[in-house]
């Protein structure tokens, strides 16, 4: 297999670039086996025979390439079949033997609702018997505790219907099968890890600095605080659903469009200490994963986190990293940790969004945006300040319709079928209203720096009330 020159300056995206990613291979197979198990459900010990098979296949046609790269993949289906299967908490259906019923619950993730009176969030069941490791949709009343703690809980269980539509198709798509409440917490069985705690507190620090107002506001700073930590439950109603009619309501989940925002500042910050390229560069990716950590580690911003990893990887050693190997490297260490994230509405928009910017996006805002022959011709000096202006809002809005189409298009199948709803106005309102997002993370990070000098605290409230 030809392997591509490492310091050579090439597109990404030609053909023979994608001979040589290797990561593209492991992540494709991985995909479509926890879809076909999620599909069909077949017996892991077909499957394990199979894929056993197809590996033997493969060595024996080692010589042949193209047969033993197929013999591969389909062994890599297979393994991704049983993966899931084993990773999985138990799908089949259950029906409830009470409507109130106690159980112990292992918390996987929650969160506040607006009023701050209950919480919902995931958990999975730990009492030995039919409901033992099955995943648990949960609304709580009390304050919304740490993730990994483990509570004793009481009320109603409903389970999640065979055909499941609305809400309910988005907890079944969690791979949750049963729902507890409205439910009360009856004790805490096993506290959090120090590290669940500390990122429980510090988001409930985070929500209450980014939320203080120089002036009195019962909903002060709840849009800035969405921003920052991703929590669309903070948004008044109709703002919520203007923003989701809009197609824009992604601006306030974790993504690269925060973990990029936020690496820049980073970046302008330790630049002015005298820290070696290396270390600083740790010191970036670390303070990153610490805040997708803080903010729930939703799959947009795991797959951001991951990129970013891997490319200065490939940088550091002096790598050319296609940014597509970046994204199957990301897409497949996700499904390696979490096979149940494949059928997650969230990581499938999140990674074909991507791709189809990778793909259609990029090249085409590099095809219109191409400077004609008399634009590469005059020297910059000889331009007037309006026609640079005129040349630099051109390819501006090229580049953001291309790339804001190329989105919009490949992920409205998903949210069709998801959420029975699309918005093509989004298309005009991403152009203007991504590059305006970054101002309020930008005056966020600042607020919270500052924040942490009683002297300097004024001028951050008055930071939060800007954003």
Known sequence: MARTNSLENDSPLKSHRFGHAPALWLALPLFIGCIVDRLYRPEPSLFLSGAGLFLILAALTIRYEKICLTALGLAGIFLGAIWHQVKLPPQDLIKPHSPFVEISVLIEQAQNQRTGKSWTGMGIITDKGD????????????????????????GAMMAVPDKPEGFDAWIASQGATL???????????????????????????????????????????????ATMLG???????????????????????ISGLHIAGMAVALLWIVRRTP???????????????????????????????????????????????PILQSLALACATTLILQPEASHDPGFQLSYLAVLSIILVGVPASQKLTTPTLAEKFTPRDEQRFSQRSLIYGKNFLLSGLCISLAATLAGT???????????????????????????????????LTLSFSENLSPLAQGMNGVA
């Open 131 to 154: 409901y033992f490791r099955r995943r648990v949709a949960l609304q709580v009343q009390g304050s919304a505790p740490a993730k990994g703690t483990e509570l004793k809980l009481s």
């Open 179 to 225: 729902k507890l409440g409205p439910a009360k917490v009856l004790g805490i069985l096993e506290e959090p890890s120090r590290f669940s705690q500390w990122c429980w507190q510090t988001n409930h620090y985070l929500e209450k600095w980014l939320r203080t107002l120089p002036w009195q506001d019962d909903e002060g700073g709840a849009m800035l605080t």
């Open 231 to 253: 929590r669309t439950s903070l948004l008044p109603e109709g703002a919520k659903k203007a923003y989701a009619e809009t197609g824009t309501l992604h601006l306030f989940a």
């Open 275 to 321: 820290l070696p390229e290396k270390p600083t560069a740790f010191f970036i990716l670390a303070m990153l994963w610490i805040y997708v950590q803080v903010t729930g580690a939703s799959p947009s911003s795991l797959r951001a986190w991951i990129m970013a990893a891997f490319l200065w990887a490939g940088q550091s050693q002096e790598r050319a990293t």
């Open 413 to 447: 199948p998903l949210t069709l079928a998801y959420f029975n709803s699309a918005s093509w106005g989004g298309i005009f309102a991403n152009v203007i209203l991504v590059p305006l997002s970054e101002i309020p993370l930008i005056l966020g990070m600042i607020s």
